[in-house]
């Protein structure tokens, strides 16, 4: 396992962490000091992580770990926003507390109350909504990287196919010029075998004749 993928089962278990901790805001408001605390403290270490990651990915080259960061940015940035607004409604619902529990003021603490969980719902639909947009824009680039290279591996496969097409030519080219060195070799004997019957023949009749 490398680094990076370490980094990645770290974050996967921080953000795990980070989404129990600000969905238990919603059913213990009593706890709720404490949980934010130790959520803020969570936040950092997994900002902290990123940039760890983000490190690595650039020291690897690889575009595919570059995109992984950026997806895990944004989702922290969401999470963040969440963070912000559990505080602020912790804020808030200690104030209400504060000005009294019962009559009117239990009242619009209770409103109050609706009026939070109205808005933490709409928040996290548009938090939803912005991480899929995200997801979206990392989905393009990754497919946008995936066409260029493929376009280099087409190119590279196209300089391979005309490579492969001069070295067919030279190949019947050398055998085109060895052939034509055999035929030429086989005329040069073929005239050689002549010319020495030649010359045996005219040894032959002039030798006939003297004796004659």
Excluded at 16 to 30: A, E, G, P, R
Excluded at 158 to 179: C, E, I, P, Y
Excluded at 199 to 206: C, E, H, N
């Amino acid at each position: 396992m490398s680094i990076f993928d370490r980094y990645d089962e770290e974050y996967k278990g921080l953000s795990q962490q980070i989404t129990s901790s600000l969905s238990s805001l919603q059913y213990d408001s009593s706890a709720a000091p404490q949980t934010i605390s130790l959520t803020g403290g969570l936040l950092k270490q997994a900002d902290s992580l990123i940039k760890q990651m983000e490190m690595e990915a650039r020291d690897a080259g690889d575009a595919n770990l570059k995109a992984i960061c950026k997806t895990y940015k944004k989702s922290l940035q969401s999470l963040k926003r969440d963070y912000e607004a559990a505080a602020e409604k912790a804020n808030r619902s200690d104030l209400m507390g504060g000005a009294g529990a019962g009559g009117l003021g239990g009242d619009r603490g209770r409103m109050a109350q609706a009026t939070d969980a109205l808005g933490r719902q709409n928040e996290t639909l548009e938090n939803a909504r912005r991480a899929m947009a995200d997801t979206e824009d990392v989905a393009l680039e990754i497919t946008e990287e995936l066409g260029r290279n493929r376009e280099k591996i087409a190119s590279a496969r196209d300089k391979v196919g005309d490579v492969s097409g001069m070295t067919n030519q030279a190949r019947r080219l050398v055998q085109s010029m060895s052939k034509r060195e055999t035929q030429q070799k086989i005329m040069m004997y073929g005239f050689a075998f002549v010319l020495l019957g030649s010359i045996v023949l005219v040894v032959y009749y002039m030798g006939k004749g003297k004796s004659e």
